[in-house]
């Protein structure tokens, strides 16, 4: 076998359906684009119409095969219409990707009820939902991967973690448990952890050079992230490849997290 027949053996998504929440900018456009290069047939679930066109054009401008769902990911009731109706594109996905995500930063002493529940809606229960509807047909099947997008804010205090920190510290032991449940029939659930990574998420960060700098600074690399820098990890985390990994936070940080 030839470099490229083995490596398309261990890493590629042919035939593959994936939903993506959040797929539409950021660190979900970017994982949304590699696994759709990668082979797999792309859902994304968001928001706004202009990114989710813009994001599924440039796709299908690569003959890739993406369709998108605006869903409210906020209400119960919006999550499972949107995961109908993303399953009803190209069947039952084989892989789910929750990257949407909302961060709200009050300092501690204004967090009110508001704030934490919307937070936990979007960042905690949406995921916790779409795997109760994805991954028991996973397991059936046999082969499933959920890839869940936390944050540095999971493991440590960070600029005003507040209820966003919560959430995705709550999203990485949802992954733990899903992985217990359903490892045992091929269904392997990990979680990326970003470092700082110039997106909209974190425009108020990243309008600020200094702060920026500083952040940069603490990697081990000496940059920032880019939303590209998460193509590698979620091909992997998507493909037979990563089929003994799972229960797992895998930073992509650049050595942030341990400098």
């Given at each position: 076998m ?5 490596l398309?053996?261990?890493?590629s998504?042919d035939g ?7 797929g539409s900018s950021?660190i ?8 759709a ?6 859902v ?6 202009k990114?989710l066109?813009?994001t599924?054009?440039?796709?299908a401008?690569?003959?890739c095969r ?8 906020s209400?119960?009731?919006?999550v ?5 109706e993303?399953a009803?594109?190209?069947g ?7 990257c949407a995500?909302?961060?709200?930063r009050p300092?501690m002493?204004?967090?009110d009820d508001?704030v934490?529940?919307t937070?936990?809606?979007v960042?905690l229960?949406a995921?916790?939902?779409l795997?109760?509807?994805?991954g028991?047909g996973?397991?059936e099947?046999?082969?499933?991967r959920?890839i869940h997008?936390?944050?540095?804010q999971?493991?440590?205090?960070f600029?005003?973690s507040?209820a966003?920190?919560?959430?995705k ?6 992954a733990?448990s ?5 490892s045992p029939?091929g269904?392997?659930c ?7 990574v110039m997106?909209p998420l ?10 920026v700098a500083?952040l940069?600074?603490r990697t081990?690399v000496?940059r920032?992230?880019?939303?590209e820098d998460f193509a590698?990890a979620a091909?992997?985390?998507?493909s037979r490849?990563?089929a ?9 940080d650049?050595?942030l997290?341990?400098?």
């Open positions: 030839n470099s490229q027949g083995y398309s053996d261990l890493f998504l593959r359906v994936a939903v993506v929440t959040g950021g979900g456009r970017a994982i949304t684009g590699a696994l290069r990668a082979g797999a047939s792309v994304i679930v968001a928001r706004r119409e990114e066109t813009a599924v054009g440039e796709l401008a690569d003959d993406a369709a998108w769902v605006s869903g409210d990911l209400t119960g009731d919006g499972r219409t949107a995961a109908d993303a009803a594109v190209f039952e996905p084989d892989i789910l990707v929750n995500g909302i961060n709200l300092p002493s204004e967090l508001a934490w529940d937070t936990m809606a960042n229960k995921p916790f939902l795997g109760q509807r994805f028991p996973m397991a099947r046999g082969f499933g959920i997008i936390t944050s540095q999971a493991h440590r205090a600029v005003q507040g966003y920190g919560v959430s510290g709550a999203l990485e032991s949802l733990r899903q992985a217990e449940a359903w029939s269904v392997t990990n979680t990326l952890v970003p470092g700082f997106t974190n425009e108020r960060l990243s309008s600020d050079p200094e702060k500083a940069a600074a081990m000496g920032n992230g880019l939303a590698g091909v992997f985390l998507a490849a990563s003994y990994v799972t229960g797992q936070a895998i930073f992509v650049g050595g997290s341990v400098h």
